[in-house]
C-alpha cells in the first residue's frame, strides 16, 4: 500500500524546485507521465502555506477526464491530486491542479 503526502501540507515552494520534472500519473490502466510546467501562486486563500496552481502537460493522445488521480515523484512522493483538463497545449493535452 502506498502512502500519500498530505496535500495540507504541501507548500508553492515544494514544487517550484521540480518545474519541468516528470511526474507519474497512475490512470485506470495504464501510466502516464506529465511535465509540470508551470507552478504560480494564486493569491491568499487563507490555505497555510498560501493557494497555489500547477500546470501538468501530458502526451497529445488519450486525453483524461477530470478526477481524483494518484501522481508520484521520486522527491515529493505520491500526491492524491485532482486534476482538471485545460484542453490542447503546444506539447499536448494541458492539465491544472489548484490547491486552495
Do not use: C, W
Not at 509540470?36 to 488519450?62: E, H, I, M, Y
Not at 483538463?85 to 490547491?99: C, H, L, M, R, S
Request: net charge negative; proline share 8%.
Amino acid at each position: 500500500m502506498t502512502v500519500s503526502v498530505d496535500l495540507s501540507k504541501l507548500h508553492i515552494d515544494d514544487f517550484t524546485p521540480h518545474k519541468d520534472a516528470v511526474f507519474e500519473l497512475q490512470a485506470t490502466e495504464r501510466v502516464v507521465l506529465l511535465k509540470l510546467t508551470k507552478v504560480d501562486p494564486a493569491g491568499n486563500s487563507g490555505r497555510q502555506g498560501g493557494a497555489f496552481s500547477l500546470l501538468f502537460v501530458g502526451p497529445k493522445a488519450d486525453a483524461l477526464p477530470q478526477a481524483i488521480y494518484p501522481v508520484k515523484h521520486p522527491a515529493l512522493g505520491t500526491m492524491e491530486i485532482f486534476l482538471v483538463p485545460i484542453g490542447p497545449v503546444a506539447d499536448g493535452n494541458g492539465y491544472q491542479a489548484i490547491f486552495t
